[in-house]
């Protein structure tokens, strides 16, 4: 695969790990690969390596050290924070969530109806945006988990979670505010302070990290279950010996990210791009709100099947996704909770953007989408 020029557009259902994350990870494997738990020296130089990349994280985020809890992926870090309401059960079983979360959340959160949890699923407007006013009348004494995700993975729709924070907080005082940022970490600053969430989700596959690796931010005030017992690692919240390694890449990964700012706006001016050439040439419709996370263009090509023009782009080695990662060919139930069509839904493409992608990418996409709409059949 890394022999020949590929035009990768599929950004937020992976990364290509970039350079420091692959530096990091081999030096972890090659010089200190002792187990951060061990007393003598190797143990010690793995801790010290570990405490370092919290410290990175905890700043980056606006976090302090202790607050930063390692896990495998953004799926242990949502059901980590999920699962933890079983032991707030005594203080009431209603959980808030809306219908368009990734199915680690909402797949925990189902889970819990067994358990007697009253589950709210907040619907999204035809943007994908939630409504702080259903959330303002679904909050009460009884709520003791509200999750909301920051961008949709399937949309790039940015939801309102500073307001829902503060909400959240005035009117359920027994309720923890959970944000999966899994789309957003990495791409647009997060300051979990200035947000006003109790936890937080990342994970480092979608910002040039290797996968199998992610974390859980949980405020010095928020107490929660871990999911993993054993050992007590991560301050007794996640058992498992650390994977230094994979933590190191993160901390490469980090370390490599442009100005976040700066970034933004130019993967602003390559959607808008994006936007223009598909709407000006009639080759798709628009699908993700005109203010989402410029790293993902949902789009319909009318008329054609999704996985059609996806394989028909694979084979020119352009490489963009039908839907979400996880939903591998079922029809997206966030484009069908936005009020979209049959038809657009069958049709819809995600275009999801790196810092690494250009307009040249964009234009050579275009020209193979108007030479699939000349060679593949209507659906
Ligand atoms: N949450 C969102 C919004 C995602 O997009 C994803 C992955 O696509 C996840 C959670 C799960 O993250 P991971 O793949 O690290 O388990």
Same mark, same amino acid.
């Given at each position: ?61 606006g976090a ?10 953004g ?58 006013c259903? =959330? ?5 004494? @009884?709520? $003791?988990?509200v999750? /909301?995700?920051?961008? !949709?993975?399937?949309?790039? &729709? ?100 442009p ?10 001016? =390559? ?5 223009? @050439?598909? $709407?000006?040439?009639? /080759?798709?419709?628009? !699908?993700?709100?005109?203010? &989402? ?56 493409l ?12 964009i ?10 709409t000349?060679?593949?059949?209507k659906?």
């Amino acid at each position: 695969m890394g022999c020949f020029h590929i035009i990768y557009l599929d950004n937020s259902a992976t990364t290509k790990p970039c350079g420091k994350a692959i530096e990091y990870m081999n030096k972890a494997l090659c010089d200190n690969w002792g187990n951060p738990s061990s007393l003598h020296i190797l143990g010690m130089n793995a801790e010290m390596a570990v405490d370092s990349v919290r410290n990175s994280i905890a700043k980056f985020i606006g976090a302090a050290n202790k607050e930063i809890i390692f896990t495998s992926c953004g799926t242990e870090a949502n059901n980590t924070a999920i699962m933890s309401a079983l032991h707030r059960k005594n203080r009431g079983n209603r959980i808030i969530t809306t219908t368009i979360e990734h199915p680690s959340v909402l797949q925990a959160v189902n889970s819990l109806e067994k358990f007697g949890f009253e589950i709210i699923r907040l619907k999204p407007d035809g943007n994908g945006i939630i409504s702080l006013c259903d =959330l303002e009348n679904a909050l009460n004494d @009884k709520t $003791v988990l509200v999750s /909301i995700m920051l961008v !949709n993975n399937e949309t790039g &729709a940015i939801e309102p979670i500073k307001q829902a924070c503060e909400l959240t907080h005035r009117l359920a005082k027994n309720a923890f505010f959970h944000c999966d940022a899994v789309q957003a970490f990495g791409k647009s600053p997060i300051n979990v302070k200035n947000l006003g969430v109790d936890l937080l989700t990342a994970s480092g596959h979608k910002i040039h990290a290797p996968k199998g690796i992610g974390f859980l931010y949980c405020s010095q005030k928020t107490h929660i279950a871990p999911l993993l017992l054993g050992g007590g690692q991560e301050s007794g919240m996640r058992s498992g010996t650390e994977c230094v390694p994979l933590i190191c890449a993160l901390q490469g990964a980090i370390e490599d990210l442009p100005d976040l700012a700066k970034q933004y706006k130019t993967a602003q001016e =390559l959607c808008d791009y994006a936007k223009e @050439k598909l $709407v000006n040439n009639k /080759i798709a419709t628009i !699908n993700s709100p005109e203010d &989402a996370l410029p790293y993902v263009l949902n789009v319909s090509v009318n008329g054609y099947r999704s996985e059609t023009l996806l394989h028909f782009l694979e084979r020119k080695n352009i490489f963009v996704s039908s839907g979400s990662a996880c939903s591998k060919g079922n029809v997206s139930y966030v484009l069908k909770e936005m009020g979209k069509s049959d038809k657009e839904i069958d049709s819809a493409l995600r275009l999801s953007f790196s810092r690494f992608n250009t307009k040249e990418d964009i234009d050579v996409l275009i020209e193979q989408l108007i030479s699939a709409t000349k060679t593949l059949r209507k659906a």
